[in-house]
């Protein structure tokens, strides 16, 4: 089945037995080349096995993005329950995040409607910014953040170290509880991991919203154009084998 596509790009399910293995090499090139495409210490061999697993798995969900018969990256579901939730993990060929985001859209509205999941997890290196907000751009929030936000509808106080009272919005006290300490290994030491999820909910009112401002912006003569495009980067799947 194939996946809806945007600006010149397709996802199609990824079988490794079926496409040129030309492609597959390219995958696991990259794999091996990059340390942070794996969350453990791993040496280059070890990295492109953990690559392999993670394409063959039959336990994952892998879509390859195309564009005309060139692969660009690949999606990948890993921890699939079914009708439930999924960890989603995305790797690009081309280090660069710019203009895929109209294609994660459309990928994270078949998962919701097609594949019938009631969340869709992430896990971003507590280092990686430009990612999270990256994903953030997509609707996912941290875990927990509905939940502060009632509790702490405008800020927390919290002691500084002069013994005033600063502002700690909820957005940040959802950070700081959505973390998994020494889960992701980056050059020589453990660092934490930022957990987030988009619900179906959300994603459901986000298009009415979406749909709303562009009848809107319709009636008015306007054109509504994507939000502020990522800076350079690339996501991959944080495997462990």
């Not at 798995?57 to 005309?68: A, F, I, L, Q, S």
């Not at 960890?87 to 919701?112: E, P």
């Not at 999941?117 to 751009?137: C, G």
């Amino acid at each position: 089945m194939t996946a809806p596509f945007a600006t010149g790009l397709l996802a199609l399910p990824y079988n490794w037995q079926e496409v040129d293995p030309e492609h597959s090499h390219k995958l696991l090139d990259e794999f091996e080349a990059h340390p942070a495409f794996v969350s453990v210490p791993a040496s280059r061999e070890e990295r492109r096995r953990i690559g392999a697993m993670v394409l063959t798995n039959p336990e994952n969900r892998v879509w390859g993005v195309w564009r005309g018969g060139e692969l660009l990256g690949v999606l990948v579901l890993t921890r699939v329950l079914e009708g439930l939730d999924a960890l989603l993990h995305f790797m690009f060929l081309d280090q660069n995040l710019v203009g895929k985001r109209t294609l994660l859209t459309h990928f994270l509205a078949y998962c919701f409607t097609v594949l019938k999941f009631r969340r869709i997890s992430a896990e971003v290196p507590e280092d990686a910014d430009k990612l999270l907000r990256f994903y953030r751009t997509l609707g996912f929030r941290f875990e927990g953040e509905t939940k502060a936000q009632g509790a702490f509808p405008v800020a927390s106080a919290t002691p500084s170290a002069g013994g005033t009272k600063v502002q700690r919005p909820a957005t940040t006290i959802a950070k700081l509880g959505s973390r998994v300490d020494g889960m992701y290994w980056r050059d020589d030491r453990w660092i934490d991991v930022i957990r987030l999820r988009l619900l179906r909910e959300e994603w459901e009112q986000s298009n009415a919203d979406s749909a709303s401002r562009s009848r809107s912006s319709t009636y008015r003569g306007r054109t509504d154009r994507e939000g502020g495009r990522p800076e350079a980067v690339n996501h991959h799947p944080p495997a462990t084998g």
